[in-house]
């Protein structure tokens, strides 16, 4: 077994009405109760809509509550947003920071990244941090420099194993069907665990997990390479059966 725990997220997106999330969650917490010594930590994330309710039906549970994405500030004017102590206050130990679906919809950059996964220290949450590249930056052999870059401008100072996770997420992997090789998620591991030694003092502890079209008939795979501490899963986090066959593959 690997010394690090993993640790498989559920990242719902903008998906689930109040009927169909709170059935799943219902799912989840019955598969939870068949199986409450499964090698990894789970965490879902369902979308804002959804916390409390979800929350409310993990609560004792061994399934976490996390966000999916959090403000800077603690508290303010500014229409829309969640703060990071908001989701704290709902419950919620994770938050998601920096998906490629908010840096390409909302245009965040690195430093807002790592001002948001700052904000989620300061509330006490862990932030799950996402990086990867696009498929034009992997096609002209920039995937390596540009998912280190990304690592060094979204990892706030005094970020330890313990405040933050990081998820690779090659961007056209996501909702495509189209995994990336195990060699590839490998070199690409290894490369975040050696660009973190120089940015955390405990970076052999660090969880990083893979993320995109991660499924039941693959996650044995991904999940048995050396660096890979867990998976940041989308589509197949909506099917109770297909994430816990997913968290099922840790043991
Ligand atoms: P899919 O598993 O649907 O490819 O989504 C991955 C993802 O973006 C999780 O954050």
Redesign the pocket.
């Known amino acids: 077994m690997k010394a690090r725990r993993p640790l498989i ?1 559920g ?1 719902w ?1 903008m998906n689930g009405f109040a009927v169909a999330g709170t059935h799943l969650a219902g799912a989840l917490v019955g598969r939870a109760a068949e199986d409450p010594d499964i090698a990894a930590d789970i965490v879902v994330c369902p979308p804002a809509t959804l916390l409390a309710p979800v929350g409310e039906m993990l609560r004792g549970t061994i399934i976490a509550l996390g966000g999916q994405d959090c403000h800077p500030e603690p508290s303010g004017a500014h229409t829309g947003d969640i703060a990071a102590e908001m989701l704290a206050d709902l419950a919620c130990d994770f938050v ?1 920071v920096g ?3 908010r840096r390409a919809d909302h245009g965040e950059t690195d430093a807002v990244v790592r001002s948001k996964a700052e904000a989620a220290a300061r509330a006490g949450l862990i932030a799950i941090i ?1 990086v990867g590249e696009t498929e034009a930056q992997r096609d002209s052999g920039e995937a390596l420099e540009v998912v280190r870059a990304q690592v060094r401008g979204s990892v706030p100072d005094g970020a330890t194993a313990e405040s933050v996770v990081l ?1 690779y ?1 090659p961007v056209w ?4 069907g189209k995994v990336a090789q195990p060699s590839d998620v490998a070199e690409m591991h290894a490369a975040i665990r050696q660009e973190i030694r120089g940015l955390i003092p405990d970076a052999d502890a660090l969880r990083i997990l893979y ?5 039941p008939d693959n996650a044995a795979q991904l999940l048995a390479l050396e660096d890979v501490d867990g998976a ?6 909506l099917k109770a059966d297909d994430f816990w066959a997913i968290a099922k593959t840790c043991g």
């Not at 992997?173 to 495509?176: N, Y």
């Open positions: 997220a990242n997106k998601i998906h490629s679906e996402c998820a997420e992997a996501i909702g495509t993320g995109g079209s991660v499924k940041l899963v989308g589509g197949a986090s």
